[in-house]
C-alpha cells in the first residue's frame, strides 16, 4: 500500500489549518474554544490557499509554484502558530450530550467522505477532471479545458469538450496539491474535502459567541442536525441508498462543491457578524476574503457574493445611518471583489457551455417566464432521442412546476427537519429585530438568496424537470445553511439577552 498520498493529505489539510489560524487573532485578543478555532481556521484557510492558487494561475504559472507557495506559507503559519501556542480557549458551555453528539455527527461525516468514492461523474468531466489537469499539465489553460475549435477551426469561445469547462477552480486546486505532495489516489485527495459539515457547525457556533453562548449552542445544534447537510431525503430509500453512495447525486458529503460554498458562507456571516459587532476590521476583511473564497468553489458564490454585499447595502450596515451602533467597512467589498479577479481573468479565458447564466439572466427572460413562457422541452432526455413529440408540440409553463419544487423542500422533513420552519419563526417580524442592523442583514442574506435561485431556475435554459431529477433547488438551498441557523440561535435563545444586544 501506498502510504505517501494519506501522509499528503494530511499534510495540506495540516497546512490549510496554520494557514488560517495565523490570520486570526489568537485567543487572549478573540475568545473561542479549540473546537470553534479549528472550524474557523480551516475554512478561513481553505479560502486563502484557493484564492492564492488561483491569483499564481491567472499569472500563467504552473501548479508546481501554488504548491511551493503553498509549503512556504504553510510552513511559515505553523511557526507563528507555534509561537503563539499555550493561548487560553474560551469554554462553549455546552451540555456533555450536545457536545457528544456535534462531535460524532463530525466524525462520522469526515469518515464517510473518505470511504465513499468520488461520484464516477466527477473524475471523468468535472471537478477531480480539473483537479488532473491541474495535477498533470500544471494549468487551467491546457488543451484538455481550452481545446474546443469551432468550425473554422479557431478557438471556440464556448463548447463542451468537458462539462463546465469554466467552473471554478477552489476544489480542483485542493486535489491538485495533494497530488503534487504525494501522487492522486482517488480516496485520499479528500482529504481536504472531509471537513465541510464538520466545520460548519463551529463556524455558527462562532458567530452567535458574540451575542451569547445559548444562541451559539442552540444554532450550531441546528445546523448540525439538519439531514441535507449529510445527504438528501435520507431514508427515503432504505440503506441500499449506501451501496452506490459514490454513484449518486443525493449525498451531500464528499467532493462535490455545494457543502464548501455553503461552510464558506458560514464562516463569512461568521467573521463578519463578529467583525461589524466587535468594531473590528480584521474580522471584517477576513470574512471578505472567505467570501471571495466561497465564489472559488462554484458559480452560485459568485451570485451569492452579489447577494451578501447588497444585503450589507440594503441592511444598513454599509451606510452612515443615524443611531448606527454597528457599520461594515466598505473596505469589506473591495476586499471581496480584488481578491475574486485573479478567477474572473481564468474564468474568461476558459470556454464556457450554452448555461451561461449572464445571457440568460435578464429582464426580458424573467417577464416572459413569469408570463407563463413554456419549458423548453428540446433540452429534455427524451425529447433529444426523438421520444416527447408530445411535450414539444405542447410544453407546459414553466412557472406551473417551479413554485412547487420549492414548495416540496420546504416541507421535506427528510431533506430538512425543521429548519424552514424554524427559519419562518426566526425572521424579523418584531420591531426589536428589524432594530438591529445585523439580524437585518442576516435576514436580507437568507431571503435574496432563496429569490435569487428562484429566479436563476426561471430563467435556466435547461429542462427544469431534469435538474429536479439531480436534486435541485436543494443543493443550491443548502448553500444557505449557516446564515438560516443563525437565526434559528439568535431568535431561540434567551430573550433577555435582547436588550443586551440592541442598538
Given at each position: 500500500?501506498?502510504?505517501l498520498p494519506?501522509?499528503?493529505?494530511?499534510?495540506?489539510?495540516?497546512?490549510?489549518?496554520?494557514?488560517?489560524?495565523a490570520l486570526l487573532p489568537?485567543?487572549t485578543?478573540?475568545a473561542?474554544?479549540?473546537w470553534?478555532?479549528?472550524?474557523?481556521?480551516y475554512?478561513l484557510?481553505?479560502?486563502?490557499?484557493s484564492?492564492?492558487g488561483?491569483l499564481?494561475?491567472?499569472?500563467?504559472?504552473?501548479?508546481?509554484?501554488?504548491?511551493i507557495?503553498?509549503?512556504?506559507?504553510?510552513l511559515?503559519?505553523?511557526?507563528?502558530?507555534?509561537?503563539?501556542?499555550?493561548?487560553d480557549?474560551?469554554p462553549t458551555?455546552?451540555a456533555?450530550?450536545q457536545?457528544v453528539?456535534?462531535?460524532?455527527?463530525a466524525?462520522?461525516?469526515?469518515?464517510?467522505?473518505?470511504?465513499?468514492?468520488i461520484?464516477?461523474?466527477?473524475p471523468?468531466l468535472?471537478f477531480?477532471?480539473k483537479?488532473?489537469?491541474?495535477?498533470f499539465?500544471?494549468?487551467?489553460f491546457?488543451?484538455?479545458?481550452?481545446?474546443?475549435?469551432a468550425?473554422?477551426?479557431?478557438?471556440?469561445?464556448y463548447?463542451?469538450?468537458?462539462?463546465?469547462?469554466?467552473?471554478p477552480?477552489?476544489i480542483?486546486i485542493?486535489?491538485?496539491l495533494?497530488?503534487?505532495?504525494g501522487?492522486?489516489q482517488?480516496r485520499?485527495?479528500?482529504?481536504p474535502?472531509a471537513?465541510?459539515?464538520?466545520?460548519?457547525p463551529?463556524?455558527v457556533?462562532?458567530a452567535l459567541?458574540?451575542l451569547?453562548?445559548r444562541a451559539a449552542?442552540i444554532?450550531?445544534?441546528?445546523?448540525?442536525v439538519?439531514?441535507?447537510?449529510?445527504?438528501?431525503?435520507?431514508g427515503?430509500?432504505?440503506?441500499q441508498?449506501?451501496?452506490?453512495?459514490g454513484?449518486n447525486p443525493d449525498l451531500s458529503i464528499?467532493?462535490?462543491?455545494?457543502?464548501?460554498?455553503a461552510?464558506?458562507?458560514?464562516v463569512t456571516?461568521?467573521?463578519?457578524?463578529?467583525?461589524?459587532?466587535?468594531?473590528?476590521?480584521?474580522?471584517q476583511?477576513?470574512?471578505?476574503?472567505?467570501?471571495?473564497?466561497a465564489?472559488?468553489?462554484?458559480?452560485?458564490?459568485q451570485?451569492?457574493?452579489?447577494?451578501?454585499?447588497?444585503a450589507?447595502?440594503?441592511s444598513?450596515?454599509?451606510l452612515?445611518?443615524?443611531?448606527?451602533?454597528?457599520r461594515?467597512s466598505?473596505m469589506?467589498?473591495?476586499?471581496?471583489i480584488?481578491a475574486?479577479l485573479p478567477?474572473?481573468?481564468?474564468?474568461?479565458?476558459?470556454?464556457a457551455?450554452?448555461?451561461n447564466y449572464s445571457?440568460?439572466?435578464?429582464?426580458?427572460?424573467?417577464?416572459h417566464?413569469l408570463?407563463g413562457?413554456?419549458e423548453?422541452?428540446?433540452?429534455?432526455p427524451?425529447?433529444?432521442?426523438?421520444?416527447?413529440?408530445?411535450?414539444?408540440e405542447?410544453?407546459p409553463?414553466?412557472?406551473?412546476?417551479?413554485?412547487?419544487?420549492?414548495?416540496d423542500?420546504?416541507?421535506?422533513?427528510?431533506?430538512?427537519?425543521?429548519l424552514?420552519?424554524?427559519?419562518?419563526?426566526?425572521?424579523?417580524?418584531?420591531?426589536?429585530d428589524l432594530?438591529?442592523?445585523t439580524?437585518?442583514?442576516?435576514?436580507?442574506?437568507?431571503?435574496?438568496?432563496?429569490l435569487l435561485?428562484?429566479?436563476?431556475?426561471?430563467?435556466?435554459?435547461w429542462y427544469?424537470?431534469?435538474?429536479?431529477?439531480k436534486?435541485?433547488?436543494?443543493?443550491l438551498?443548502?448553500?444557505?445553511?449557516?446564515?438560516?441557523a443563525?437565526?434559528?440561535?439568535?431568535?431561540?435563545?434567551?430573550?433577555a439577552?435582547d436588550?443586551?444586544?440592541?442598538?
Open positions: 500500500m501506498d502510504f494519506f501522509f499528503a493529505g494530511l499534510a495540506v489539510l495540516i497546512l490549510i489549518w496554520t494557514t488560517g489560524k489568537d485567543r485578543q478573540l473561542r474554544s479549540r470553534e478555532d479549528f472550524s474557523v481556521s475554512l484557510g481553505v479560502a486563502v490557499v484564492l492564492l488561483n499564481i494561475l491567472a499569472m500563467h504559472l504552473s501548479m508546481t509554484v501554488v504548491a507557495e503553498f509549503v512556504a506559507v504553510g511559515l503559519t505553523a511557526a507563528i502558530c507555534w509561537k503563539r501556542r499555550g493561548t480557549s474560551a458551555q455546552l456533555t450530550w457536545g453528539l456535534l462531535a460524532t455527527l466524525m462520522a461525516s469526515i469518515a464517510a467522505t473518505l470511504a465513499y468514492p461520484n464516477e461523474f466527477d471523468m468535472h477531480a477532471y483537479g488532473k489537469v491541474l495535477a499539465t500544471g494549468t487551467p491546457d488543451a484538455s479545458l481550452t481545446g474546443m475549435l468550425e473554422d477551426g479557431s478557438l471556440a469561445t463548447g463542451r469538450i468537458v462539462t463546465h469547462p469554466n467552473y477552480l477552489g480542483p485542493l486535489e491538485a495533494v497530488a503534487k505532495l501522487s492522486w482517488e485520499w485527495i479528500q482529504w474535502l471537513f465541510w459539515a464538520a466545520c460548519l463551529g463556524a457556533f462562532f459567541r458574540c451569547n453562548l449552542a444554532g450550531a445544534l441546528v445546523a448540525a439538519t439531514p441535507i447537510l449529510y445527504a438528501r431525503n435520507i427515503s430509500m432504505g440503506w441508498k449506501l451501496d452506490y453512495a454513484l464528499g467532493a462535490g462543491a455545494d457543502l464548501p460554498v461552510a464558506l458562507v458560514a456571516c461568521a467573521l463578519l457578524l463578529n467583525g461589524v459587532r466587535r468594531s473590528s476590521l480584521r474580522l476583511l477576513l470574512g471578505g476574503l472567505c467570501l471571495a473564497g465564489a472559488t468553489m462554484k458559480n452560485e458564490g451570485a451569492l457574493l452579489g447577494v451578501t454585499l447588497l450589507l447595502l440594503v444598513g450596515l454599509l452612515p445611518l443615524p443611531k448606527l451602533r454597528y461594515a466598505w469589506v467589498v473591495g476586499v471581496a480584488l475574486l478567477w474572473l481573468s481564468i474564468r474568461s479565458q476558459l470556454p457551455i450554452d448555461e445571457d440568460h439572466f435578464t429582464v426580458e427572460n424573467i417577464l417566464f408570463g413562457g413554456a423548453i422541452v428540446e433540452k429534455s427524451k425529447a433529444i432521442v426523438g421520444r416527447d413529440e408530445q411535450a414539444l405542447n410544453p409553463a414553466r412557472m406551473d412546476h417551479l413554485p412547487g419544487y420549492f414548495w423542500e420546504f416541507t421535506d422533513w427528510r431533506s430538512w427537519g425543521l424552514w420552519l424554524l427559519l419562518l419563526f426566526a425572521l424579523p417580524w418584531r420591531r426589536r432594530r438591529d442592523a439580524y437585518r442583514w442576516l435576514s436580507a442574506l437568507v431571503i435574496g438568496g432563496v435561485y428562484f429566479l436563476i431556475l426561471l430563467v435556466t435554459p427544469l424537470p431534469l435538474l429536479r431529477d436534486g435541485i433547488p436543494e443543493r438551498l443548502v448553500h444557505l445553511l449557516g446564515p438560516i443563525m437565526l434559528i440561535g439568535w431568535r431561540l435563545a434567551d430573550p439577552a436588550d443586551a444586544i440592541s442598538e
